[in-house]
């Protein structure tokens, strides 16, 4: 385990046990963790695979058993994996797909450190912190047809992709620190910061930071959509749109021996009963998005194991400042007094949330304890009147077809402002066209949606918040917010960078270009013969390649 050393490693894998064996509770685990100066995110990590009572669901699959080689995992997504374009894609089920085809230099680790992987190790940086270097991994193909070594001039060239205003990336905001990217020799590479930035490993580890290989893209019309070239365990094979989606072992994977399976079939099967039923029935052996409402009928499945708790995610109502009257804070603030988040989190979680009024939870090192704002029905009438609409007004409410935790919920705010006088329409829409509507044009009033993956709170605050992000649905602009958060990504030191982050989120409470509504766990379902499975707490597939099938 990168990022630890060996007594710390010993001290983590110990508590481990103990959480996934249910020897310690939740609150247990992360109090010794924390005893035992383990790291924030280690800690973090402990109270993911700790139930909140003793209990002995397992949260990391069938490690004991010896892998074996072949066979093909069939696999169940949430959404259809539409957009496999790495350096653009939004979409979680098409990451959940990508991540296997291609990598990045660095990586995230089940506890949330970073790790080597397209580099041959981490790099090393200048004293002023501005310069980091990489050395690349010797015998690292891309895919065919390529059939090439990767070099540094790949590095170069997907940056420079990943920047180009022309595809408008994903990674835009997160990358703007970067003053240039060089490759002296076939496996340096050299890049240069304009200030230092504490999350700069921690952006690399993005799943959006891929290395691409510039001839594929030139012969797709610089268009990955629906073709796809990496370095990864798997080749991309085939995909039927709403269909699936296969890829097949890569047999010059760099890393020897990986992957074990065959192949993957991705399935996308939105609905959650189906989902459910597809995984008891044997039409799949393993489901992402285990639908949280079927959660201990599959704990009661004895043919069954459930990975996974707490995540980084955070669900939200999103709010375009553009649009009048919700350029009015106290119309964005009436909403907020409208809610009670608990009838909220019922029906996107069965039990299996947290509601919340802040982005990160309670151990996460950027955790900002607040008071919670009880349901103010009668003062969020009166604000909405002092805004001049006594007698209220009209919304459209978006939100996701394929996400039940996100579209259940809509219909609850909806119920709940209607209680001020706010009349609203829930439109439910599919992956792409809720992405058009909400990060492309911007055609929406409010939104029930999330964001998870993160590893440090600088991905969200930059991709959402930062005036200039293409990611900043909300429309919202600060000065001071931009400050901030150039500021946290500018200091080193952790308690620093989280004073700074508390004046962050303090200043989006009372703007609140968001409205937090809850952080969701997250699980994963898989047949016992499923091997080797890692659940990680930002909600990645990357464990697959290191998954198998086991003899019954």
Not at 361 to 389: C, K, R, S, Y
Request: negative net charge; aromatic residues 8%.
């Amino acid at each position: 385990m990168t990022g630890l050393d060996n007594q710390e490693r010993g001290h983590f894998h110990d508590l481990l046990d103990k959480a996934i064996s249910g020897q310690l509770d939740r609150r247990q685990v992360m109090a010794r963790g924390a005893a035992l100066g383990l790291s924030a995110a280690s800690v973090f990590t402990l109270g993911a695979a700790a139930a909140p009572g003793t209990t002995s669901v397992s949260r990391v699959a069938r490690q004991d058993a010896t892998p074996v080689a072949g066979g093909i995992l069939r696999v169940g997504l949430q959404g259809d994996p539409a957009q496999l374009d790495p350096h653009t894609t939004n979409l979680t089920a098409a990451i959940h797909v990508t991540e296997h085809i291609y990598e990045g230099l660095v990586v995230e680790n089940p506890d949330l450190t970073i790790g080597p992987w397209l580099a041959a190790e981490l790099p090393t940086v200048s004293e002023d912190g501005l310069t980091y270097t990489f050395t690349l991994r010797e015998g690292v193909m891309f895919h065919p047809p390529v059939s090439r070594p990767m070099t540094s001039a790949d590095v170069v060239y997907s940056f420079g992709r990943m920047v180009d205003p022309a595809i408008a990336g994903n990674a835009v905001s997160l990358l703007e620190p970067i003053a240039s990217v060089e490759a002296p020799d076939d496996r340096t590479v050299v890049m240069t910061l304009s200030s230092p930035n504490a999350a700069f490993l921690a952006t690399l580890a993005g799943r959006q930071i891929a290395i691409v290989p510039q001839e594929f893209v030139e012969e797709n019309g610089g268009d990955l959509n629906l073709a796809a070239c990496g370095t990864g365990p798997f080749v991309f094979e085939e995909y039927v749109p709403a269909t699936r989606l296969t890829v097949t072992k890569n047999a010059e994977y760099w890393d020897t021996g990986k992957p074990y399976l065959d192949g993957i079939e991705f399935t996308p099967i939105s609905d959650d009963t189906q989902r459910t039923n597809a995984i008891v029935t044997d039409t799949v052996d393993f489901i992402e998005y285990a639908p949280l409402a079927d959660i201990e009928r599959l704990r009661g499945e004895s043919s069954l194991m459930i990975a996974g708790e707490i995540n980084t995610n955070i669900r939200f109502i999103g709010i375009n400042l553009r649009r009048e009257p919700l350029s009015d804070v106290r119309v964005r603030r009436a909403i907020a007094m409208a809610l009670n988040r608990a009838e909220i989190l019922e029906p996107a979680t069965f039990g299996n949330g947290t509601a919340t009024e802040v982005i990160f939870p309670e151990g996460n090192w950027a955790h900002v304890p607040v008071e919670e704002t009880p349901q103010d029905i009668e003062g969020a009438i009166a604000l909405l009147a002092e805004a001049g609409f006594p007698d209220g007004l009209e919304l459209e409410i978006l939100s996701w077809s394929a996400y039940s935790f996100l579209s259940q919920p809509s219909y609850v705010v909806q119920s709940q402002l209607e209680a001020i006088g706010i009349t609203s329409e829930v439109v439910l829409e599919e992956n792409a066209t809720y992405i058009e509507r909400y990060l492309t044009t911007n055609d929406f009033d409010i939104t029930v949606t999330g964001t998870s993956g993160f590893v440090d709170p600088h991905e969200v605050y930059a991709d959402n918040f930062l005036s200039t992000s293409p990611s900043n649905a909300a429309g919202y602009n600060n000065p001071m917010v931009d400050q901030l958060i150039a500021d946290g990504n500018a200091t080193t030191d952790q308690a620093a960078r989280a004073e700074i982050y508390t004046q962050l989120q303090q200043i989006l409470l009372e703007d609140l270009p968001w409205i937090n509504l809850f952080i969701a766990n997250q699980y994963e379902a898989m047949k016992s013969t499923v091997g080797g499975y890692t659940h990680y707490p930002t909600g990645s597939l990357f464990s697959l390649r290191e998954t198998f099938i086991a003899p019954e």
